[in-house]
């Protein structure tokens, strides 16, 4: 069975940093690109971030572009984003998932809030 | 960038009913690299269809996707009281990688 479990999240101040994991179970990691995506509170779902499945392309949506760094260790299948300079607009719920959305985890919230 | 609008934002039936939703492009989608998404309150998304019309693994086939370029629908034949919630389309083949649509609202009549 597919899993992706996602840790990090929790409340920040304003320009301040996380970093978030994804740890992935039940495929093989190495072979599938991975995505974040976000969903602030009542809102859409926003694409955040791409990596390939050797990290060879990475991509960001603008408005997170200089701020976030998308990473990954296929040896921990384990896929992370980096948050720096975070905003009030960057709250939300963070998923990490499976190549386009073959699957996704269950979410972790971040908040960031004075 | 692909822009996706999806019609309409709420649609209110009543079980048994079918449904239909609309999802435009505002550039053609690349070979049809369009999938739809189910979310309810409080879960993650869950796939449903890809390649537009393919369904993923134990979607019931009462869902079926369709259409080409820059116009896609989902219908839902028969509404079972589990498919109220919230449905996204979503392009996965042009820069930026990932583009979503706002969603569109099923609720009950």
């Known amino acids: 069975e597919v899993q992706l479990v996602e840790s990090g999240g929790g409340l920040v101040k304003p320009g301040g940093s996380l970093r978030l994991s994804c740890a992935a179970s039940g495929f093989t990691f190495s072979s599938y690109s991975m995505n974040w995506v976000r969903q602030a509170p009542g809102k859409g779902l926003e694409w955040v971030s791409s990596i390939s499945s050797s990290s060879s392309y990475i991509y960001y949506a603008d408005s997170v572009k200089g701020r976030f760094t998308i990473s990954r260790d296929n040896a921990k299948n384990s896929l992370y984003l980096q948050m720096n300079s975070l905003r009030a607009e960057d709250t939300a719920v963070y998923y990490c998932?499976?190549?386009?959305?073959?699957?996704w985890g269950q979410g972790t919230l971040v908040t960031v809030s004075s | 960038e692909i822009v996706l609008t999806q019609s309409p934002g709420t649609l209110s039936l009543s079980p048994g009913e079918r449904a239909t939703l609309s999802c435009r492009a505002s550039?053609?989608?690349?070979?049809?690299?369009l999938a739809w998404y189910q979310q309810k309150p409080g879960q993650a998304p869950r796939l449903l269809i890809y390649g537009a019309s393919s369904r993923a693994t134990g979607i019931p086939d009462r869902f079926s996707g369709s259409g080409s370029g820059t116009d896609f629908t989902l219908t839902i034949s028969r509404l079972e009281p589990e498919d109220f919630a919230v449905y996204y389309c979503q392009q996965y083949g042009s820069s930026p990688r990932i583009t979503f649509g706002q969603g569109t609202r099923l609720e009950i009549k």
């Open positions: 550039q053609s989608v690349s070979s049809s690299y």
């Open positions: 998932a499976r190549d386009m959305g073959l699957n």
